[in-house]
């Protein structure tokens, strides 16, 4: 969880295993789009500052966040990726909606990285308000995005060099 002291986008290089022979899958909920879109940024600087080739970082859309998991098992099922992100946006409304989408969002993406070889970050902001998910898309708690990927960057090293 993220504090008022925590800034997401803080990482140690040092710590992160070079990337430049991964290649990464992104897909982005096109719903609350100028969240995702920072996201997003976040994400894809980060794996390039890490030494992955623009050529191989994929981007692909999705309309919301319920349709990540969809997006992410296209994306898995290409079998071109070492790790895929799935960036996303929900923000509390007035209804039980929030509760759903959340949800099933978070147990899709929970079942894709039990079906499937491909690690699968989850990425999705589940906030109480847009100022919540301002802060966290490269505001003042930084960017998840980035968080996202050096987490998908670990994740792909670590399927490249386990025995399973």
Known sequence: M???????SDYD???????????????????????????????HQTLIEN???????V??????????VYGCKKMIRAN????????????????????????????????LNVEYDTPVIFCVLTDNNLQ???DRSGGKHGNKGTEAAIAAIKMAYLRANSQN
Not at 23 to 40: A, M
Not at 59 to 68: A, Y
Not at 81 to 109: L, N, P, R, W
């Open 51 to 57: 030494g992955v080739s623009s050529d191989d970082i």
């Open 80 to 111: 071109k990726f070492d790790a895929i992100i799935a960036i996303g946006s929900v923000i509390q409304g007035e209804t039980k909606h929030f509760d759903f989408v959340c949800s099933a969002t978070a147990q899709g993406i929970k079942d």
């Open 13 to 43: 290089k040092t710590t992160i295993p070079n990337a430049k022979d991964f290649r990464f899958g992104i897909v982005v909920s096109e719903w609350n789009d100028t969240i995702t879109e920072g996201l997003f940024e976040g994400a």
């Open 2 to 8: 993220a504090t008022a002291n925590k800034n997401l």
């Open 59 to 68: 981007r692909w859309n999705v309309p919301g966040s319920f349709e990540l």
């Open 132 to 134: 919540q998910a301002i």
